[in-house]
Nanobody, 127 residues
Framework: QVQPVESGGGLVQAGGSLRLSCAAS????????MGWFRQSPGTVREFVAAIKWSGGSTYYADSVKGRFTISRDNAKNTVYLQMNSLKPEDTAVYSC????????????????????WGQGTQVTVSS
């Protein structure tokens, strides 16, 4: 199995920045893609960004494109989400997820693509 653990959430004013980290442990050699999702109360889980473990191709939701950047450090088995120009509507619990090297053609924006999930970290953006 793979265990993702998030860190870096917190409270920030609108227009500010935060960087989230996701450290993966366990059988990380099976990881094909890592993704970030978010969910706020009363809403469905929303795709934010994803990155392929090998090659580094990146994917973003339209709502964060140009403001958020996903990156990885393979040596540390860690994925980062740099969030700039934060807005109150970015407030949510952000969860990191790992997708294995199976069914690699599946849509990386769908939560079902990912088998292993972290517990999430709260991001709150005040206006």
């Amino acid at each position: 199995q793979v265990q993702p653990v998030e860190s870096g959430g917190g409270l920030v004013q609108a227009g500010g920045s935060l960087r989230l980290s996701c450290a993966a442990s366990g059988r990380t050699f099976i990881v094909y893609i890592m993704g970030w999702f978010r969910q706020s109360p009363g809403t469905v889980r929303e795709f934010v960004a994803a990155i392929k473990w090998s090659g580094g191709s990146t994917y973003y939701a339209d709502s964060v494109k140009g403001r958020f950047t996903i990156s990885r450090d393979n040596a540390k088995n860690t994925v980062y989400l740099q969030m700039n120009s934060l807005k109150p509507e970015d407030t949510a619990v952000y969860s990191c997820a790992a997708g294995p090297n199976l069914n690699v053609g599946a849509d990386v924006r769908r939560a079902t693509r990912y088998n292993f999930w972290g517990q999430g970290t709260q991001v709150t953006v005040s206006s």
